[in-house]
């Protein structure tokens, strides 16, 4: 059994409290210091999350805008079915599994918004040669830009995954005109051998 199976803190935290994987607790984390999620009023208030599978990411926003505001989610893979229930629940919550290239999911995305938020917890399937996924990673948060362009509010923000490698100063040179502040930030729920953080983007402005 590799390290990455074996259930650490943050996995064993997640089954107590509720969640299909240890992700959310990053999630936690990016809330907590950047305040992406409405602490006030949430009516009105769009997020569109990309690479929703599992459900973690999916299931704290939802608790957290107890009932109100709106969710879309899209991944290649299906939810959780054990909290399939609460999902069917939440009225305010569109599930579509799908190619996040696909121009017709992009255009069915982007029809539900525009949006306060996009966040994007993508990513690729490994392969252990760090180039590779990197650059794998780093498609996946191009993609996450461009639904930005089409679809982010102006002065919405958008947070995306990436895997730290050669492209990650020309992705951050590109984002940075488009917002007021880009920030970037690791939680401490990743795993310390992990080459991955987040690009927080503040305030959007335009994207080229």
Not at 131 to 160: F, I, P
Not at 175 to 183: D, E, Q, S, T
């Amino acid at each position: 059994m590799s390290n990455y199976e074996k259930p650490d803190f943050w996995a064993l935290k997640a089954r107590k409290e509720g969640y299909p994987a240890r992700s959310v607790y990053k999630l936690l984390e990016i809330d907590g210091k950047f305040g992406l999620l409405p602490k006030g009023n949430k009516a009105g208030f769009k997020i569109l999350e990309l690479g929703a599978s599992p459900g973690s990411w999916s299931l704290y926003i939802l608790r957290k805008l107890s009932g109100s505001g709106f969710l879309a989610a899209c991944d290649l893979s299906s939810l959780s079915s054990r909290f399939e229930a609460e999902f069917r629940a939440e009225k305010n919550f569109f599930f579509k599994q799908a190619d996040m290239f696909a121009a017709g999911t992009q255009a069915e995305l982007a029809g539900l918004g525009p949006f306060n938020l996009i966040l994007s917890d993508a990513a690729p399937l490994t392969s252990g040669e760090r180039g590779l996924d990197a650059a794998r990673s780093h498609e996946l948060a191009e993609a996450a830009c461009l639904y930005a362009r089409s679809a982010l509010k102006k002065g919405g923000n958008l947070c995306v995954k990436i895997f730290q490698g050669a492209e990650t100063a020309g992705l951050i040179k590109k984002m940075r005109p488009a917002f007021n502040a880009l920030k970037t930030f690791k939680p401490e729920a990743c795993r310390s051998s992990s080459f991955e953080t987040y690009l927080v983007g503040l305030g959007f402005k335009i994207l080229s």
